[in-house]
């Protein structure tokens, strides 16, 4: 027979290019699980833009010893346990794919520990086999420490980016979150050097800290609702910026969009000016059985079920905001 079912690891390392495709996404998905958890503290700490060491160190619910010892097979996922589940999802995870992925392409060390457990647990996976497991004291949550990304897959170890662009990606990524949860403290470390650490603060803030070219002043924060759905974040009242700044994010997560994006245009048609662009934070929120949500991991993009009410949702509330105040007129009579 010309025909053969492959290997599982091959499967496994074919698999996982889907999932990563550099440190970045790695990050990202080590980032959405200690929020899946309810982290209120995220570290990550790159090494050599990530390509030596990724770490992640989270304060959420943590894991016990049985599920750290099964969370980096395929297809294990604590989030959905049916599929009639993806219609209500409200996390960021469903697949169980991203440790299984990540575990089969590097070194991976997994220390965890729950509120309830006596102990913390540590396991080390290496190119998807688990080489140990043991108990360690620890604090409460959980720290993933990924090293060497495709380190056994050279043909894609070779099409990492220097460590300068993959870092810049990772702190693309990372500022994304610092945009959309605000409740959380973010922390990135690169090469032992502290690029941010904030603490939860509003979104003017965190604007401030990310964007220090942005002018503070001349940006409104807004929130206003219609039917089932919610319209937050933050805009510049002119256009000034050189390139399009439209930052969304739905049901908190980052996307690019472009019925999002048409329509922070539309709201502002009237008042751009060639080359000057809008500073746009918009954070949309709806139920999610009006949203696609399985969608490919990688993929940031996001489908709604009625794109038209969505548009004119933004457009809408946006031009509403941006609307000059009306100067009265006041005529006094003569008499
Ligand atoms: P998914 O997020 O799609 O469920 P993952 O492979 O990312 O799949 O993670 C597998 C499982 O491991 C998760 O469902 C969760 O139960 C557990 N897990 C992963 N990361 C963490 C974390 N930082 N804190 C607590 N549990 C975690
Ligand atoms: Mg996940």
């Known amino acids: 027979m010309k025909i053969k079912r492959l290997d599982d690891s091959v499967v496994s390392k074919i698999a996982a290019g889907e999932v990563v495709v550099g440190v970045h996404s790695v990050v990202k998905e080590l980032i959405e699980n200690a929020l899946d958890a309810k982290a209120k503290k995220i570290v990550v700490e790159l090494i050599n833009g990530g390509k030596s060491e990724v770490k992640v160190k989270d304060d959420g619910e943590g894991m016990d010893e049985e599920d750290l010892k099964v969370?980096?097979?395929?297809?294990?996922?604590?989030?959905i346990s049916s599929f009639s589940d993806l219609s209500n999802l409200s996390s960021f995870g469903f697949r169980g794919e991203a440790l299984h992925s990540i575990s089969s392409v590097s070194k991976m060390r997994v220390i965890s520990k729950t509120a309830s457990a006596p102990f913390g647990h540590e396991i080390e996976v290496v190119a998807g086999k688990l080489v140990y497991s043991r108990p360690i004291h620890s604090d409460v949550g959980t720290t993933v420490i990924v090293r060497d990304l495709f380190f056994n897959v050279p043909a894609r170890r070779k099409f990492l980016k220097s460590a300068a662009v993959e870092s810049r990606m990772v702190t693309e990524i990372f500022e994304k979150f610092c945009l959309s949860r605000l409740d959380v403290h973010f922390v990135l470390v690169r090469d032992q050097q502290v690029v941010y650490d904030l603490a939860a603060s509003d979104l003017l803030e965190r604007v401030k800290a990310i964007f220090?070219?942005?002018?503070?002043?001349?940006?409104?924060?807004?929130?206003v609702e219609h039917k089932d759905m919610q319209l937050r974040g933050c805009l510049s009242l002119n256009t000034f910026a050189k390139r399009g700044m439209v930052i969304c994010f739905v049901n908190d997560r980052f996307v690019v969009n472009q019925t999002l994006t048409s329509a922070v245009y539309a709201a502002y048609s009237d008042m751009l000016e060639k080359g000057k662009h809008p500073f746009v934070v918009l954070k949309l929120s709806l139920n999610p059985r009006n949203i696609d949500v399985n969608v490919h991991p990688q993929k940031l993009e996001v489908k709604f079920v009625n794109e038209e009410d969505v548009f004119k949702f933004v457009r809408d509330s946006l031009r509403r905001l941006l609307a000059k105040p009306i100067v009265r007129q006041i005529h006094v009579q003569e008499r």
Do not use: A, N
């Open 212 to 223: 220090p070219d942005v002018p503070v002043q001349s940006l409104k924060s807004f929130e």
């Open 71 to 79: 969370c980096f097979l395929p297809h294990t996922t604590s989030k």
